[in-house]
């Protein structure tokens, strides 16, 4: 039987400056590449923290603002505090306790997009 991979989602996204604010700055993701076809071309870029990967692209078409997307997360509360301790001007996310048996921060990009950061409620 064939073994399908780990999913890459594209986010779209419109402004630069903001996306690294929100990725890098405040999700502590590191910028893995940028890929421009020239000097005035729309930037397509990957971020990575631990195994997950997100690429964010400024190109017509790939990605449409408003998906949610969810990403397991070993000590979920780590990440919480994480996050809150950065006092982000954006976003102070909560951690929830959900009636399907996880814990989650949810956050929302500046371009539309909603995070969902969760682990099992059992673990």
């Given at each position: 039987?064939p073994k399908l991979?780990a999913a ?5 996204i ?5 996306a690294r ?7 502590g993701?590191?910028?893995?590449f940028?890929h421009?076809?020239?000097d005035?071309?729309p930037?397509?870029?990957?971020v990575i923290?631990?195994?997950c ?8 078409g790939?990605g449409?603002?408003?998906i ?7 000590d979920?509360a ?6 809150i301790?950065k006092?982000?001007?954006y976003?102070?996310?909560g951690?929830e ?8 921060v949810?956050?929302?990009d ?12 059992t673990?």
């Amino acid at each position: 039987m064939p073994k399908l991979g780990a999913a890459t989602p594209i986010l779209r996204i419109f402004d630069i400056a903001k996306a690294r604010e929100f990725y890098v700055d405040f999700l502590g993701f590191k910028v893995e590449f940028e890929h421009r076809f020239d000097d005035n071309a729309p930037l397509y870029m990957g971020v990575i923290r631990d195994g997950c990967v997100l690429h964010l692209s400024e190109h017509h078409g790939d990605g449409a603002p408003g998906i949610a997307m969810r990403i397991k997360v070993e000590d979920i509360a780590a990440l919480h505090r994480e996050l809150i301790g950065k006092r982000y001007r954006y976003a102070r996310p909560g951690l929830e306790t959900t009636s399907w048996q996880t814990r989650e921060v949810s956050v929302g990009d500046p371009f539309g997009n909603r995070l969902h950061f969760y682990e099992d409620a059992t673990d």
